[in-house]
């Protein structure tokens, strides 16, 4: 998989691709993550990629023409599977959306910043919208960076385990069960004697048990 990423600020992106799993990903070439800063973009003075709002308002809005090129440049060299804008109007991200992006060969992601971006781009550039919860943030690269990480750790060999991933929370909505590891005691509490019974059958039922009363009791709407 490759993934580019526009933004404006490429230096708060890089410091998540740079260790744990998305380092490891990246060093055994499972993914290339790529960052392209907009304002080398743009003959604008001052590297400038943003301008006052038509009609009036306050905020500044993220300018149609650097977008376009560097878009139109990279477009130029490579087909994308979808090319995603994170926009706190998007659709939510969710673990079965990630489960089908992480099946694409090629994403371009833009970030937006300030007010966001001039609708034109999104009208003739976006096929997909994301959102990484109803709030918003200084930019898109927050939420750029969140969604990498659900999407490459679904790649297969990115995880030691793979089906670890498949064991997650959200996978068949239901939350995931209670875990627990050594010492079976501590401070008195003690982990379920099922799990230390060595009858695998039992233990799988209880937990799908366990998590459908977490799902039940904490995210009752999963189970609609």
């Not at 998540?16 to 907009?38: C, D, G, M, T």
């Not at 994403?107 to 910043?113: E, N, Q, S, V, Y």
């Not at 999407?151 to 875990?179: C, H, K, M, W, Y």
Request: contains cysteine.
């Amino acid at each position: 998989m490759r993934i580019d990423i526009i933004t404006v600020l490429p230096e708060l992106l890089k410091s998540p691709f740079e260790a744990s799993i998305l380092k490891r990903a990246i060093q055994k070439e499972l993914v290339e993550v790529h960052f392209h800063n907009l304002r080398d973009y743009t003959n604008k003075s001052y590297n400038q990629v943003d301008d006052y709002q038509f009609g009036g308002g306050a905020g500044m809005v993220l300018m149609i023409e650097p977008i376009d090129k560097c878009i139109s440049a990279l477009k130029s060299e490579r087909e994308y599977d979808e090319i995603i804008y994170m926009t706190p109007d998007g659709e939510t991200l969710n673990q079965q959306m990630a489960n089908k992006i992480s099946l694409q060969e090629n994403l371009l992601i833009l970030c937006g910043h300030y007010k966001g971006v001039d609708q034109r781009v999104r009208d003739m550039f976006i096929t997909k919208e994301i959102s990484i919860g109803d709030y918003v943030l200084s930019g898109g690269e927050l939420g750029a960076a969140i969604l990498c990480d659900t999407i490459i750790r679904l790649i297969p060999g990115v995880l030691s385990n793979e089906t670890s991933a498949l064991t997650d929370t959200f996978q068949d909505n239901l939350l995931a069960p209670p875990i627990y590891t050594r010492p079976a005691e501590y401070k008195g509490q003690k982990v379920p004697e099922i799990l230390l019974s060595g009858n695998f059958p039992k233990i799988e039922e209880w937990r799908e048990n366990e998590a459908y009363k977490r799902t039940e009791k904490l995210r009752p709407d999963l189970l609609e």
